[in-house]
């Protein structure tokens, strides 16, 4: 499992980013997939979760209605939809995949970590 993740730039408040994460090993292997986030100074946190075929989502709060997790399994590759984006929002963006089924907000769960992203949303 290689995951590469991209999408990451700097946006004004209120903007969109669409966040990619490809496994570029195609590892069949791999079940959920998530998105965490981690800003300076404070402990890396949950953002998002999809299962394995791609039906069921999970969110944080925070995100709740504004993100959007998707992910094409023919390419292995997730996706977060970010809108109405927030200053809160800045922060390293990771890539996260699971060998176990089912929808997991804790980061010890997750087995492969994409390298992270930046995403910095100005006000």
């Known amino acids: 499992v290689q995951l590469q993740a991209s999408g990451g730039g700097l946006v004004q408040a209120g903007g969109s980013l669409r966040l990619s994460c490809a496994d570029s090993?195609?590892?069949?292997?791999?079940?959920?997939m998530g998105w965490f986030r981690q800003a300076p100074g404070k402990e890396r946190e949950f953002v998002a979760a999809?299962?394995?075929?791609?039906?069921?989502?999970r969110y944080a709060d925070s995100v709740k209605g504004r993100f959007t997790i998707s992910r094409d399994n023919a390419k292995t590759t997730v996706f977060l939809q970010m809108n109405s984006l927030k200053p809160e929002d800045t922060a390293v963006y990771y890539c996260?995949?699971?060998?176990?089924?089912?929808?997991?907000?804790?980061?010890?769960?997750?087995?492969?970590w994409g390298q992270g992203t930046q995403v910095t949303v100005s006000s």
């Open positions: 996260a995949a699971s060998l176990a089924t089912g929808l997991y907000d804790a980061s010890s769960v997750y087995d492969y």
């Open positions: 090993a195609r590892t069949s292997r791999i079940s959920s």
């Open positions: 999809i299962d394995r075929r791609g039906t069921r989502e």
